[in-house]
Nanobody, 124 residues
Framework: QVQLVESGGGLVQAGGSLRLSCAASGHTFSSYAMGWFRQAPGKERDFVAAINWSGDNTYYTDSVKGRFTISREHAKNTVYLQMNSLKPEDTAVYYC?????????????????WGQGTQVTVSS
């Protein structure tokens, strides 16, 4: 079992930056690939970024490439999402997820554990 707790969301103006954190507990952090998803009001929960177990491989959805960076710190059992050049369309609840397996996947159903989400609001 893995528990995930996100933090770092908030209100920011367009062009600004936020860093989301996801603290994991309950199991060996390095056993899991990690991902970030987001859900805007009335929409599906969509893939944003993922990182493999070792942290040396990452993948992003096209709309955030060059603006967002996912990383992980094993000593702190934490995964991060650095978000720069934010746009109003990035407004959503952001969820951290853990996958039982070490490789990267973008499919929501492949992730077994989820955090409670953190709200990100980007004003124009």
């Amino acid at each position: 079992q893995v528990q995930l707790v996100e933090s770092g969301g908030g209100l920011v103006q367009a062009g600004g930056s936020l860093r989301l954190s996801c603290a994991a507990s309950g199991h060996t952090f390095s056993s899991y690939a990690m991902g970030w998803f987001r859900q805007a009001p009335g929409k599906e929960r969509d893939f944003v970024a993922a990182i493999n177990w070792s942290g040396d491989n990452t993948y992003y959805t096209d709309s955030v490439k060059g603006r967002f960076t996912i990383s992980r710190e094993h000593a702190k059992n934490t995964v991060y999402l650095q978000m720069n050049s934010l746009k109003p369309e990035d407004t959503a609840v952001y969820y951290c997820a853990a996958r039982i397996g070490r490789g990267i996947v973008t499919i929501r159903s492949e992730y077994a554990y989820w955090g409670q989400g953190t709200q990100v609001t980007v004003s124009s």
